[in-house]
């Protein structure tokens, strides 16, 4: 059985910083793609960053040079690091883990199979 657990969200005033993890148990994918995702309300659930088995990574526009995702392969772990937060990037943050292959890009919510509960991050001016 799969599960992903995010921990680490709150509440920040702009410019702050916040970092964010979720533990995964359970995967079998030979290569996988761990990834965050955001939904803030009334708005479409969409990619933030994603990185693949080997240790790539991709990150979307809006958080580029603010947002580092890494793993712990050994704690199976996944981590993203948020600075220079803005009120824009409040949303509930998700994790997700998909296979490698192509289905849809590392930022698609199509990629992904599991997702984990969501953790809520809301950043004030």
């Known amino acids: 059985q799969v599960q992903l657990v995010e921990s680490g969200g709150g509440s920040v005033q702009a410019g702050g910083s916040l970092r964010l993890s979720c533990a995964a148990s359970?995967?079998?994918?030979?290569?996988?793609?761990l990834g965050w995702f955001r939904q803030a309300p009334g708005k479409e659930r969409e990619g933030v960053a994603s990185?693949?088995?080997?240790?790539?990574?991709r990150y979307a526009d809006s958080v580029k040079g603010r947002f580092t995702i890494s793993k712990d392969n050994a704690k199976n772990t996944l981590a993203r690091q948020m600075n220079s937060l803005k009120p824009e990037d409040t949303a509930m943050y998700y994790c997700?883990?998909?296979?490698?292959?192509?289905?849809?890009?590392?930022?698609?919510?199509?990629?992904?199979?599991?997702w984990g509960q969501g953790t809520q991050v809301t950043v004030s001016s």
């Open positions: 997700a883990a998909g296979p490698w292959f192509w289905r849809g890009g590392v930022l698609n919510t199509a990629q992904y199979d599991y």
């Open positions: 990185i693949d088995s080997d240790g790539s990574t």
């Open positions: 359970g995967l079998t994918y030979r290569r996988y793609l």
